[in-house]
């Protein structure tokens, strides 16, 4: 029988492994960081897994369905795995910050997992 801290354990072992094996050399552009974000807002790349019943990476609707759920702005980048994501995430309320943006995310029952994607980035050459 597994306890939730277990699969919690479990799922960020995996996350971990996921990003040091997918972690590329270069950033791509979309994943900078915007220059003008303000302080104390949220803009950051999200690692996210989905409901296991999609079959196949979420489209624009999708997306800004779960956006607006959790009230923030999402933009997806790529696929991760099967069902990891990577996407960019915004949220401009005023004191808001990451952590109670993916604490809104969490709560949406399509949303199995997700993190700030705290990869390794390497410099362009």
Do not use: F
């Not at 996921?18 to 303000?38: F, I, K």
Request: glycine fraction near 6%.
């Amino acid at each position: 029988m597994t306890t939730v801290v277990g699969r919690r354990a479990s799922r960020r072992a995996l996350l971990l492994l996921l990003g040091l094996l997918s972690s590329a050399p270069g950033v791509r552009a979309d994943d900078a960081p915007a220059p003008n974000a303000m302080p104390g807002s949220c803009d950051a790349r999200i690692l996210i897994e989905l409901d296991h019943g999609l079959r196949a990476a979420p489209d624009k609707a999708w997306v800004e369905d779960l956006a607006a759920a959790a009230g923030v702005r999402l933009r997806y980048l790529r696929p991760l795995t099967r069902h990891w994501y990577i996407l960019r995430l915004r949220d401009d309320r005023d004191g808001s910050n990451c952590e109670q943006a993916l604490a809104r995310l969490r709560r949406d029952p399509r949303v199995h997992a997700v993190e700030l994607d705290k990869r390794r980035k390497h410099e362009a050459a």
